[in-house]
């Protein structure tokens, strides 16, 4: 597999995700689309959209709810630039038109994809040992500590796993979940007090080459805002691949922050 195959894998992935070609992402002008459901599509994405839009660089792609594409196809054609439909103030603008459909923008999300050449050329060094993990490894691993790297609700999907262990303790934990048929997420968590030695690191790229050996290809998602976890990839040998905008309802964020003020709480 080249990096040509890769960007290919994943756009047409996005396709599925949004309803449309592959090619489309790859053109100056932006294009809406309907959005509604597909077997092909991410699985942990609830579709049809209410608003979702997509950037490899180029331009915008938008899927949505039928309704208010017009209004969308407008946003995203008279904003000054690409990267202006996916920063405020002009998000309130979008917001604005979600209101109509009881939504608002919740995810602001950057996508990458791995370097093949950095992936295998970066030597990362951890101290401690890793282990390669299946399924039945991680049955006892739902919990809170390794949220990130596994997920409860979709176990299903949760294929490959890299632990680090300190003494036969796990320190250290990156997941696969098997979201796609080509393309396998990476999820990488490291116990508060073995943090900032590298660990995530070599977690991540040794998962990304195992799921290279499985041939399926490794993407790593991360919320803009979340330094370290940009930080961690790039460290990984991963690059920037897309970005994404996408809205849930009213309902579905306010359940998100209570979640949020509840763990709180708990700490």
């Given at each position: 597999m080249d990096q040509a195959q890769i960007l290919e894998i994943a756009l047409q992935q996005s396709a599925y995700d949004c309803c449309c070609t592959a090619k489309e992402f790859q053109q100056e002008k932006n294009s809406v689309h309907e959005s509604v459901t597909s077997l092909k599509a991410r699985k942990y994405l609830k579709l049809p959209h209410l608003c979702s839009l997509v950037s490899y660089g180029s331009n915008i792609v938008a899927c949505g709810k039928k309704e208010i594409l017009p209004e969308i196809e407008l946003y995203i054609n008279k904003a000054p630039s690409i990267a202006a439909c996916f920063e405020t103030p002009h998000l309130y603008e979008l917001n604005d038109i979600l209101?109509?459909?009881?939504?608002?923008i919740c995810f602001l999300s950057e996508y990458f994809l791995p370097d093949i050449e950095l992936i295998y050329r970066t030597k990362l060094s951890c101290p401690y040992e890793l282990r390669v993990?299946?399924?039945?490894?991680?049955?006892?691993?739902?919990?809170?500590?390794?949220?990130n790297a596994l997920c409860k609700e979709r176990r299903h999907l949760d294929v490959l796993g890299i632990g680090a262990y300190d003494n036969g303790t796990l320190i250290g934990l990156a997941g696969c979940s098997a979201d796609c048929d080509a393309m396998w997420q990476i999820g990488v968590d490291?116990?508060?007090?073995?943090?900032?030695?590298?660990?995530?690191?070599?977690?991540?790229?040794r998962l990304a080459r195992e799921t290279f050996a499985r041939g399926k290809v490794p993407f790593y998602c991360a919320a803009w805002s979340n330094v370290k976890s940009v930080k961690n990839a790039v460290r990984s040998g991963f690059k920037p691949g897309w970005i994404e905008a996408a809205a849930k309802t009213d309902a579905e964020i306010d359940a998100i922050v209570s979640y949020h003020q509840g763990q709180l709480q708990e700490e």
């Open positions: 209101a109509k459909v009881h939504a608002k993990l299946g399924p039945d490894d991680f049955s006892d691993l739902y919990i809170e500590t390794w949220e490291v116990l508060p007090a073995y943090r900032q030695r590298g660990i995530a690191a070599a977690l991540t790229n």
